[in-house]
């Protein structure tokens, strides 16, 4: 047999494979026994779940074992998500069930099943996905729009204490006087 007609066996044997489950294809999410996870799991996620309300944390359980392999907290669900695919990966291979279908050739692979080196590499996957800081929106034309900082708020503190200067006008004759002043001249 030559190269090509192997490469092209190759590729018809990896076509042939079913899809990795994932969890839009499976089954729906095994309902939360404690009342703490059921709290705070994520609502489409497997294997996230949210801490302090901003953070999400994502831990796995070896297979065959009581002990849990911890990946990380991250700021996203997604990020948590993805590192979660990673190591479901590793452990279970392809009876995996994954949270997003382009994880099996999309994230990277651990260098072995240890805990350390899935989790290397579960950070390393969450990395590459984490969000774009958001740029501030600072308006170009707008006259009115002014950035301050702290300098700034205490300048127009400061100026609040100061007595406001002396009205004076100026009488027919010349000269200067503490009057009203009319705000309305015809």
């Given amino acids: 047999m030559d190269s090509s007609s192997s490469s092209s066996a190759a590729h018809r044997d990896s ?54 392999i911890w990946l990380g907290t991250f700021p996203t669900a997604e990020m948590a998500a993805r590192a979660h695919d990673v190591a479901a990966l590793a452990l279970r291979g392809r009876q995996a069930c994954l949270n997003f279908a382009d994880s099996a050739w999309r994230l990277p692979a651990p260098e072995s099943s240890s805990p350390r080196d899935i989790q290397r590499a579960a950070a390393q996957a969450a990395e590459a996905f984490r969000p774009d800081p958001p740029e501030k929106l600072v308006p170009s034309d707008d006259p009115f729009y002014m950035e301050f900082g702290m300098q700034e708020y205490l300048d127009m503190a400061e100026g609040l204490l100061i007595d406001p200067p002396a009205m004076v006008s100026e009488d027919e004759g010349g000269s200067a006087s503490d009057g009203d002043l009319s705000l309305w001249n015809y």
């Fill in 15 to 68: 076509s042939d494979e079913p899809p990795y489950m994932t969890v839009s294809s499976a089954p729906p999410k095994r309902r939360a026994g404690r009342t703490k996870f059921r709290e705070t799991r994520h609502p489409v996620y497997k294997g996230v779940r949210c801490r302090n309300a901003d953070r999400w944390v994502c831990e796995v359980r070896e297979p065959n074992k009581k002990s849990r």
